[in-house]
């Protein structure tokens, strides 16, 4: 399953209302389909403050755009932290089965 350029461009401009908060919300975007990283591995590497981030992974996740992938420690802050995806390919899959969550097995 992929994301279309277009759905994603689509959800950017109507959550960022202004021209600051757009670009950041791009570039947040853009950076966690190439990588997988912690919201302080995405602000180290796009400047882009903390609180912001955890704003905009919020709106993500409720669009459906951007998936938790493994609970790890940071390599930023040296804490557990969910590391972050908004690559489709790169997202979790998870089974529900009769008894609860679990691999379906």
Sequence with gaps: MTVSPQTATAFIIAEAKNSEFHTQLKTIFYFLQENIATASMVANA???PQ???????????KAGLLWEVKKDTCKTTGFKAWYLTTNPGKAPYHQYNLFGYGSGQ
Excluded: A, H, S, Y
């Design 46 to 48: 796009t400047g882009i």
């Design 51 to 61: 609180k912001n981030i955890c704003r905009f992974k919020r709106d993500l996740e």
